[in-house]
């Protein structure tokens, strides 16, 4: 089973509310990750956790909020967004944490479409 | 960072071989170059990676060039649903530091007529 899989597939909220993303996969990777892709933009990365720990933070301001219970299980808490953070969030895994090497493939959620309105 | 450079937009016909090309006339010695797509309202996926030599798999092949600074991805007999943003993506200890990072460039979008 090589699928990553997030919930919701879609998500519309007001500046004021908060919610979460959820992201999961049953593959064993020790690395997972958060990207934000803008229409018709590249992916950028966010965040990565590695062995469950967050390593990397790319600047992201702190209405985002990432969560890793457990080694199957990603989270992205959303508090006070912008409607300029509408976009599709995508979650990935890899098989090695952040140690791992420049083979390592990355393996993508279908994305859930968050629209601040 | 090493980067890399494809064309905007290709066009194809269906059952027709497509190349598309990239160039990374920066890449270091221990750059891998990675190929990933990504299809109409869905995340990238995985197609193909190579370090000096060409290389093959049941979606396509990666032809490098001698002196690394170019790459070819083929795709043999395109169909409608291989229609996506194709990118070429550089991973090394040298490209932004860390093996880790998939940095995206624009890609190029692929359309196959059928």
């Known amino acids: 089973d090589t699928e990553v899989t997030q919930t919701p597939k879609h998500l519309v909220m007001g500046m004021t509310n908060k919610k979460s993303l959820k992201c999961e996969q049953h593959?064993?990777?020790?690395?997972m990750y958060w990207y934000k892709q803008k229409a018709k933009k590249p992916p950028e990365l966010m965040f990565v956790?590695?062995?469950?720990?967050?390593?990397i933070n790319e600047s992201v301001p702190s209405r985002f909020s990432p969560e890793c219970p457990n080694s199957s299980l990603l989270n992205l808490h959303l508090h006070a967004l912008q409607p300029e953070d509408s976009a599709l969030y995508l979650c990935?895994?890899?098989?090695?944490?952040?140690?791992?090497?420049?083979?390592?493939?990355?393996?993508f959620g279908p994305g859930t479409r968050l629209t601040v309105l | 960072d090493a980067k890399t450079t494809q064309p905007n937009s290709m066009e194809s016909n269906e059952e027709e071989p497509v190349h598309l090309p990239c160039n990374h006339s920066?890449?270091?010695?221990?750059?891998?170059i990675h190929w990933y797509r990504q299809l109409p309202s869905q995340g990238p996926e995985y197609v193909i990676h190579g370090l000096t030599s060409n290389v093959n798999n049941r979606m396509a092949s990666l032809a490098i060039a001698e002196d690394r600074k170019s790459s070819t991805l083929i795709l043999h007999r395109a169909t409608l649903r291989d229609a996506a943003v194709y990118y070429c993506i550089l991973r090394g200890p040298m490209s932004g530091g860390s093996n880790y990072k998939l940095t995206f460039g624009k890609g190029t979008l692929l359309t196959v007529n059928p």
């Open positions: 593959m064993g990777h020790r690395a």
């Open positions: 990935a895994s890899s098989r090695g944490g952040l140690a791992g090497d420049s083979t390592d493939t990355q393996y």
């Open positions: 956790y590695s062995y469950e720990k967050l390593s």
């Open positions: 920066t890449i270091s010695g221990t750059d891998y």
